[in-house]
């Protein structure tokens, strides 16, 4: 009696195959995992210390107006202590300049001709007479119109990143220009690295739309 009441408990408290599938939480894919870790990171970028972009011409003054557009855009804070930073700006800079030659030409020109000529000579008994008619029209007009100019156009390219403490890279963005109407070609490249950088956050700060899959769940 006491054993089938021991065998009999035992299977009470043993919980079925169905009841541990239910209570085993649905594994994490290592792709979403790092995804989701990566997003997390980037939203959470306020403060950035912008590293040295590099010696020559072009990379400091990339660098200077990064940081220009950087501190102008009132959302992210620019430090100059790397350990206060939740992300280290990395970036190289390559600036140059042609030249493009443009050459316009036009020419109109009219002219007119014309001639003619009558002689008549005759003699008798050693007297000579002759008559002699002749003209001659010509007329000529001409119009040239050329220019030649040089443009000189600077291209400026840079490329940057996004790096956090544990030495990973969060974000990344390459651009090119060749100016616009107000400013340089790199205070257009800096531009437009801050502009892709915030759209990106946003994208990252948008609440991504629920969606019920129960079917039980429907509206009447």
């Not at 009696?1 to 939480?25: D, F, G, H, R, Y």
């Not at 590099?54 to 950087?70: F, I, N, P």
Request: aromatic content about 4%; cysteine-free; proline content about 4%.
């Amino acid at each position: 009696m006491i054993a089938a009441l021991l065998v009999a408990s035992l299977l009470i408290q043993e919980p079925t195959p169905a009841n541990q599938a239910a209570s085993t939480p649905p594994p994490t894919t290592p792709t979403t995992s790092v995804a989701m870790k990566k997003a997390a990171r980037l939203i959470d970028v306020k403060r950035i210390y912008v590293e040295n972009f590099g010696t020559d011409e072009a990379s400091k003054q990339l660098e200077s107006m990064v940081v220009s557009s950087l501190t102008e855009s009132k959302r992210f804070i620019v430090t100059e202590d790397k350990n206060k930073a939740d992300a280290i700006l990395k970036g190289t800079a390559m600036q140059r300049t042609s030249q493009e030659i443009h050459a316009y030409g036009s020419a109109t020109n009219v002219g007119t001709a014309a001639g003619s000529h009558s002689g008549t000579v005759s003699g008798s008994g050693g007297s000579i007479s002759g008559s002699s008619v002749g003209g001659f029209i010509s007329n000529h007009a001409g119009i040239d119109d050329s220019s030649v100019n040089t443009e000189t156009i600077d291209r400026a390219q840079g490329a940057v990143r996004l790096v956090n403490s544990d030495g990973d890279v969060i974000w990344t963005t390459t651009q090119e220009s060749k100016g616009a109407k107000y400013r340089g070609a790199t205070a257009d490249v800096a531009d437009k690295m801050l502009k892709q950088l915030v759209r990106d956050v946003e994208k990252l700060e948008k609440p991504e739309p629920v969606i019920n899959s129960d079917p039980t769940m429907t509206k009447h």
